[in-house]
């Protein structure tokens, strides 16, 4: 019998869906949680960082031995990066300079080139820079925020698996955005099953800094972002972001960054408005990558 091995880019999807156990409480709903930090290269972007290129290849748009170029606050760069790593192309990745550590290294292990901006210039700096190095012909941009090929990952797979994991009895669905990929595929695919699963979608209060998710300037709002898929919109602050982060992995043993916590702290204030309800969040990465930012250092 010939063993048929998997390639590492076959890991990427099929997450597990695993129930909280203490922080929900005393209630009559279930409240679920998808571990996309098990994905290879530990997130959820790790589903549209390979779209965006496979499918790319498909179009004929690019071509092993090509550079890419990409904005990133973190996990979608690392993503990218294994992915390239893997189809062999030349990655460079452009991040504000306060992204942590740990994910520095991470994107230059997979043999990313990285260029840092200034915490000032964000995001909405790094994206400048990505559209001018590809006016100046040294690359091409995926641009994870006007690319369809992102929110499709997600409704050809996130959105399908959790469809199948809950079997179609999935009432509520919580993602925070960056990008808006995420939600916009699962969304689609979602309300296509039933109209009435509520999506609801997680930004950040205005001064509050959560990693991976923005209140985009109108200017920049992701292109691919459509409002009419999202229900409700949360405003969360960092520090009850944290905090809940904190109690998933000291309570619940889910080790996961920022904005995973204000996800789970978003769908835990829904739970006490509604009853008999199935609710998922997503953990959209691991803890590991946020340590040496001290959001985990004893309390």
Same mark, same amino acid.
């Given at each position: 019998?010939?063993?048929?091995?998997?390639?590492?880019?076959?890991?990427?999807?099929?997450?597990?869906?695993?129930?909280?156990?203490?922080?929900?409480?005393?209630?009559?709903?279930?409240?679920?949680?998808?571990?996309?930090?098990?994905?290879?290269?530990?997130?959820?972007?790790?589903?549209?960082?390979?779209?965006?290129?496979?499918?790319?290849?498909?179009?004929?748009?690019?071509?092993?031995?090509?550079?890419?170029?990409?904005?990133?606050?973190?996990?979608?760069?690392?993503?990218?990066?294994?992915?390239?790593?893997?189809?062999?192309?030349?990655?460079?990745?452009?991040?504000?300079?306060?992204?942590?550590?740990?994910?520095?290294?991470?994107?230059?292990?997979?043999?990313?080139?990285?260029?840092?901006?200034?915490?000032?210039?964000?995001?909405?700096?790094?994206?400048?820079?990505?559209?001018?190095?590809?006016?100046?012909?040294?690359?091409?941009?995926?641009?994870?925020?006007?690319?369809?090929?992102?929110?499709?990952?997600?409704?050809?797979?996130?959105?399908?698996?959790?469809?199948?994991?809950?079997?179609?009895?999935?009432?509520?669905?919580?993602?925070?955005?960056?990008?808006?990929?995420?939600?916009?595929?699962?969304?689609?695919?979602?309300?296509?099953?039933?109209?009435?699963?509520?999506?609801?979608?997680?930004?950040?209060?205005?001064?509050?800094?959560?990693?991976?998710?923005?209140?985009?300037?109108?200017?920049?709002?992701?292109?691919?972002?459509?409002?009419?898929?999202?229900?409700?919109?949360?405003?969360?602050?960092?520090?009850? #972001?944290?905090?809940? &982060?904190? !109690? /998933?992995? %000291? +309570?619940?043993?889910?080790?996961?960054? $920022?904005?995973?916590?204000? #996800?789970?702290?978003? &769908?835990? !204030? /829904?739970? %006490? +408005?509604?009853?008999?309800?199935?609710? $998922?969040?997503?953990?959209?990465?691991?803890?590991?990558?946020?340590?040496?930012?001290?959001?985990?250092?004893?309390?």
């Amino acid at each position: 019998m010939t063993v048929q091995y998997p390639t590492i880019a076959e890991c990427v999807g099929n997450t597990p869906l695993v129930r909280l156990q203490r922080l929900p409480g005393d209630t009559s709903n279930t409240l679920l949680v998808k571990l996309e930090g098990n994905n290879p290269a530990g997130s959820v972007k790790d589903r549209p960082a390979l779209s965006m290129i496979t499918r790319a290849e498909l179009r004929g748009d690019i071509h092993p031995g090509d550079t890419l170029i990409e904005a990133t606050s973190g996990n979608t760069g690392i993503a990218l990066a294994m992915a390239a790593a893997i189809k062999g192309y030349r990655m460079i990745l452009i991040m504000p300079d306060n992204s942590t550590a740990e994910r520095k290294a991470a994107m230059t292990a997979y043999g990313a080139e990285l260029i840092l901006v200034s915490k000032e210039q964000g995001m909405e700096g790094a994206r400048d820079l990505a559209d001018q190095m590809q006016r100046d012909g040294k690359g091409k941009v995926l641009d994870q925020f006007a690319n369809g090929d992102n929110p499709i990952a997600h409704y050809a797979s996130t959105g399908p698996e959790i469809w199948r994991q809950t079997g179609g009895e999935i009432t509520h669905f919580i993602s925070s955005m960056g990008t808006t990929g995420t939600i916009m595929g699962v969304s689609r695919y979602l309300k296509e099953q039933n109209p009435a699963v509520q999506i609801v979608g997680l930004q950040p209060m205005e001064g509050s800094a959560i990693p991976g998710i923005r209140r985009w300037p109108q200017e920049y709002l992701p292109k691919i972002f459509d409002a009419s898929r999202v229900d409700r919109i949360v405003d969360m602050q960092q520090s009850e #972001a944290e905090d809940v &982060m904190r !109690r /998933l992995a %000291r +309570e619940e043993g889910i080790f996961c960054g $920022v904005s995973s916590g204000g #996800a789970v702290a978003a &769908m835990l !204030r /829904l739970s %006490r +408005e509604v009853e008999n309800a199935v609710m $998922v969040a997503i953990i959209c990465d691991r803890g590991d990558r946020y340590l040496s930012s001290g959001v985990y250092d004893p309390r």
